[in-house]
Structure formats: C-alpha cells, structure tokens
Nanobody
C-alpha cells in the first residue's frame, strides 16, 4: 500500500490561488496514478483532478476546469494541485488518493477508482 500526506491548505482570499502538495511514501510510490478530491461538510466527495503515473495525461472536474493544474514530481514522489481564481465554493477538505494497482495507463476520475487516501488538508476561501 501507499501512504499519502497532503499539505498546503489554509485560509486563502477569494480571487487568489492555492498550491497543495501530496507526498506519497513507499518504494514504488511514483508508479501510481494520483487524484485529488474535495469534500465540504454535508456534501459528497467531489472529483477535482487526476494524473497518470507518468504525468502524461490529466483530467479535471467541471468545477475547477480551466483554472486548475495537477502535476507531479516523481523524483520526490509528490503530486501538486494548483487552483486559481478561488471562490467560496472551493472551500473544502482536499484529499489526494491513489489506486491499488500500479502503472495504470489511463487517467482515473471516479471515486471508486481509488483505494488509498490521505487525511486531507483544509482549504478555506474568504470572500
């Protein structure tokens, strides 16, 4: 299995940007596709972004499409999420996730695709 730790959350002004990181542990942590999800209190967990294990393909949820970038640095086993033009609706706990299988060639966008989750990092957007 892989262990995931998110960081970078906090209080951000509306219209600003954020940069979250997810560090994956494990001998082959760089062999996994990765995804970002978010969840606000009382709401379902929502897909935000995903990236293949090699970083060649990405996907974004409708709520952040056009203002978000997911990237990875396999040398550091880190996946980044950047979101700009923040609004109050972006307030949520942000989670990174990984599937159980390595070397998946496709980008994974469904909640059911993922098996390992970080504890999340809180993002609060002040308007």
């Amino acid at each position: 299995q892989v262990q995931l730790v998110e960081s970078g959350g906090g209080l951000v002004l509306a219209g600003g940007s954020l940069r979250l990181s997810c560090v994956a542990s494990g001998r082959t942590a760089n062999a996994y596709a990765m995804g970002w999800f978010r969840q606000y209190l009382g709401k379902p967990r929502e897909f935000v972004a995903a990236i293949t294990y090699n970083g060649n393909n990405t996907a974004y949820g409708d709520s952040v499409k056009g203002r978000s970038t997911i990237s990875r640095d396999n040398a550091e086993n880190t996946v980044w999420l950047e979101v700009s033009a923040l609004k109050s609706e972006d307030t949520a706990v942000y989670y990174c996730a990984a599937p159980r299988w390595k070397w998946k060639p496709e980008v994974l966008t469904e909640l059911r695709d993922y098996d390992y989750w970080g504890r999340g990092t809180q993002v609060t957007v002040s308007s």
